[in-house]
Each structure stands twice: as structure tokens, then as C-alpha cells.
């Protein structure tokens, strides 16, 4: 399994541990991020529907409130973390179902920003989750490779994205620091991986349509270490210094998606051979299927550029250490 390791945060700032407010706790990444948080003694609060469940997920070790109405304009809150937003991947996209992903992203967002403006004491940093749909789709054959500052397009997943990150944005009028994180398949033994393996595992593995489209991803660890960077340099600039930035959250390593699946294979010792056609995936999944045929070749420049080291650069060593 994967090894996630501890010290993450102890250094932000350092010698003292900091008030941390976490939105989607309870999900595959929340989880990860809330132990790694409490194993270096940092002090967190959890926004959850259910927070006598969440409170008994991690032990009593946090506290929890069911809405940013049951936090007080007083309450010391350093640094929010935002990683809520329903299910993008499942239901085809009606209009219902468009309505509900941009509601359970926007909305929520925009009442952390409610509460940061009328609490007394602002926090200093805002991560806020976004996803490499910000960029659309990628043309096959075309290996341009998207960095921050590359164009969104008008689809739904970017426009989805934008908003999302946009509504983030207006905590900066506070004098808070917003950085959205751009995420690429998060790999771990939760999330997406699951249920991208099951076919290799069951000797029925192959690329998706032509396997062309290029696949971005990241390892859960280096997903969380990514998040403890950017918390540490926050801290080293101090309060009061708002600003807006983003950041793809994606290893260094893109690989067409056949070669992502023959990789996985040959950690799993299974064949790769079956092919799975496009035709049946988009009239099954509608527009949604973009999601799984299309690509982004993004990179993650700006963390590369702030001197982020990636444990898990590579495919192989990712996934090696995820099913060892």
C-alpha cells in the first residue's frame, strides 16, 4: 500500500502547529490529508453534512461543524483547505446532474468566502481544489504540453472548472492568498485507480479507444506533499499578502493512455491486449466520455519551478508502490 509520509505539515509555520479548516474531509483525498495533518499536530476542523461521522473517522482527534454557519466569526482559522464537489464521473449530464457538480463546487466554495469575510481574524491561505478539465480537451496527436497558463475552452468540464476556481478567487479581496490546485487522476488504493485496474486484473485490459489521448495523473502522496509546500511557503511570506495563483497538480511523467495501461499491466502481471471502443463508451456516457477518450498533456510548471521535488515522478514507481 501506499506509504504516506509523516512531518508534512510540522514545519508551517515553524516550531508552532496551525488552525486548519478542512471542506470534503471524508472523501479519498480528505482522509489522507486530515492524517497527515493530526500526525504532525496540527489543530483541525472539519466541514462535513454528517459530523458526528466524520468526528468518529478520525477518532475524536477533530472537531466538526455541518456548516460554515456553526463557525464562529472568532474562531482562529490559519489555513482552509477546499475539497469538496460531488461525483463528476457517473451519471451522464443532464442538466440536473450539470446544476448539482456546479453547486456542490461553487456554492460550497462561496460560503468559506462568506465566513472569511465576516470572521475576525482572516486566514492567510485558501487551497482550493480544481482539476485538469480546466483545459478542455487536447486534440490526439497534438503533444503540446499545457502548462498554468494555457487557455480553458468553452465545455462544460472547463467552464465547470472555471467557475469553481473563480469563486475562490473572491477570497483574495479578504487579503487571503487563493491557490487553486489543478488535479490529474489522483493514484492511490481509493479514487479512480480501483476501478481503471479491474480490467487488467481481469485479463481484459487495453487502451481506451485509440489509447492516443494523453493521461495526467499524480500519486496520492505527492498530491499531499504538494499541498504541505504550498502551506510551508505561505507561511514563510506571512498574513496579508492576497493573491491568486494556480497550480497542475500532475507528475512530471504524461503518458498516452495505452502506455499507462501496459505499465499497470506489467506491475500486475497481467495481459494488456483488449482494446475497448470509443463508440459504446459515448453512447453509454454522452459528453462524459471525454473524460476517459480525451486528454490534456498537462505539466506541473510551476511547482518544478518553486523547487517541488515529486517522490513518485514515474508510472512504474507510483504504481509499484501503491500495489506492493
Same mark, same amino acid.
Given at each position: 500500500?501506499?506509504?504516506? =509520509?509523516?512531518? *508534512?505539515? %510540522? /514545519? $508551517?509555520?515553524?516550531?508552532? @502547529?496551525?488552525?486548519?479548516? !478542512?471542506?470534503? &474531509?471524508?472523501?479519498?483525498?480528505?482522509?489522507?490529508?486530515?492524517?497527515?495533518?493530526?500526525?504532525?499536530?496540527?489543530?483541525?476542523?472539519?466541514?462535513?453534512?454528517?459530523?458526528?461521522?466524520?468526528?468518529?473517522?478520525?477518532?475524536?482527534?477533530?472537531?466538526?461543524?455541518?456548516?460554515?454557519?456553526?463557525?464562529?466569526?472568532?474562531?482562529?482559522?490559519?489555513?482552509?483547505?477546499?475539497?469538496?464537489?460531488?461525483?463528476?464521473?457517473?451519471?451522464?449530464?443532464?442538466?440536473?446532474?450539470? =446544476?448539482?457538480? *456546479?453547486? %456542490? /463546487? $461553487?456554492?460550497?466554495?462561496? @460560503?468559506?468566502?462568506?465566513? !472569511?469575510?465576516? &470572521?475576525?481574524?482572516?486566514?492567510?491561505?485558501?487551497?482550493?481544489?480544481?482539476?485538469?478539465?480546466?483545459?478542455?480537451?487536447?486534440?490526439?496527436?497534438?503533444?503540446?504540453?499545457?502548462?498554468?497558463?494555457?487557455?480553458?475552452?468553452?465545455?462544460?468540464?472547463?467552464?465547470?472548472?472555471?467557475?469553481?476556481?473563480?469563486?475562490?478567487?473572491?477570497?483574495?479581496?479578504?487579503?487571503?492568498?487563493?491557490?487553486?490546485?489543478?488535479?490529474?487522476?489522483?493514484?492511490?488504493?481509493?479514487?479512480?485507480?480501483?476501478?481503471?485496474?479491474?480490467?487488467?486484473?481481469?485479463?481484459?485490459?487495453?487502451?481506451?479507444?485509440?489509447?492516443?489521448?494523453?493521461?495526467?495523473?499524480?500519486?496520492?502522496?505527492?498530491?499531499?506533499?504538494?499541498?504541505?509546500?504550498?502551506?510551508?511557503?505561505?507561511?514563510?511570506?506571512?498574513?496579508?499578502?492576497?493573491?491568486?495563483?494556480?497550480?497542475?497538480?500532475?507528475?512530471?511523467?504524461?503518458?498516452?493512455?495505452?502506455?499507462?495501461?501496459?505499465?499497470?499491466?506489467?506491475?500486475?502481471?497481467?495481459?494488456?491486449?483488449?482494446?475497448?471502443?470509443?463508440?459504446?463508451?459515448?453512447?453509454?456516457?454522452?459528453?462524459?466520455?471525454?473524460?476517459?477518450?480525451?486528454?490534456?498533456?498537462?505539466?506541473?510548471?510551476?511547482?518544478?519551478?518553486?523547487?517541488?521535488?515529486?517522490?513518485?515522478?514515474?508510472?512504474?514507481?507510483?504504481?509499484?508502490?501503491?500495489?506492493?
Amino acid at each position: 500500500m501506499e506509504n504516506l =509520509q509523516t512531518n *508534512l505539515f %510540522s /514545519r $508551517v509555520p515553524k516550531g508552532a @502547529s496551525e488552525n486548519f479548516l !478542512i471542506n470534503g &474531509a471524508t472523501g479519498f483525498i480528505g482522509q489522507k490529508l486530515v492524517l497527515a495533518l493530526l500526525a504532525d499536530g496540527q489543530r483541525v476542523t472539519v466541514l462535513s453534512r454528517d459530523a458526528k461521522r466524520a468526528t468518529a473517522l478520525f477518532d475524536g482527534g477533530v472537531a466538526s461543524i455541518t456548516s460554515m454557519a456553526d463557525l464562529p466569526a472568532n474562531q482562529a482559522i490559519d489555513i482552509i483547505i477546499n475539497l469538496a464537489g460531488a461525483r463528476i464521473l457517473g451519471w451522464r449530464w443532464s442538466a440536473a446532474r450539470r =446544476q448539482v457538480l *456546479l453547486q %456542490s /463546487r $461553487v456554492a460550497t466554495t462561496q @460560503s468559506l468566502v462568506e465566513w !472569511i469575510a465576516r &470572521a475576525e481574524k482572516k486566514p492567510h491561505l485558501l487551497l482550493s481544489a480544481s482539476a485538469i478539465g480546466y483545459f478542455g480537451i487536447q486534440a490526439q496527436g497534438d503533444n503540446t504540453e499545457l502548462g498554468e497558463d494555457s487557455p480553458p475552452q468553452p465545455i462544460f468540464m472547463s467552464t465547470l472548472c472555471q467557475e469553481w476556481e473563480a469563486s475562490a478567487h473572491q477570497a483574495a479581496s479578504f487579503g487571503v492568498a487563493v491557490k487553486c490546485m489543478r488535479f490529474g487522476v489522483v493514484l492511490g488504493q481509493q479514487g479512480a485507480l480501483p476501478m481503471m485496474l479491474l480490467p487488467i486484473k481481469l485479463g481484459l485490459g487495453g487502451p481506451l479507444g485509440s489509447g492516443a489521448q494523453w493521461q495526467s495523473w499524480i500519486h496520492i502522496d505527492d498530491l499531499i506533499r504538494g499541498m504541505a509546500f504550498l502551506c510551508e511557503r505561505s507561511a514563510e511570506s506571512g498574513s496579508g499578502h492576497a493573491s491568486v495563483d494556480a497550480y497542475n497538480f500532475t507528475a512530471p511523467e504524461c503518458l498516452p493512455q495505452k502506455q499507462f495501461s501496459q505499465i499497470a499491466a506489467g506491475v500486475l502481471h497481467r495481459p494488456c491486449f483488449m482494446p475497448t471502443p470509443a463508440l459504446p463508451m459515448r453512447i453509454a456516457l454522452g459528453e462524459q466520455a471525454d473524460l476517459l477518450l480525451e486528454g490534456q498533456r498537462v505539466v506541473p510548471k510551476r511547482l518544478l519551478e518553486l523547487g517541488f521535488k515529486f517522490t513518485f515522478p514515474d508510472l512504474q514507481s507510483a504504481l509499484e508502490n501503491i500495489l506492493k
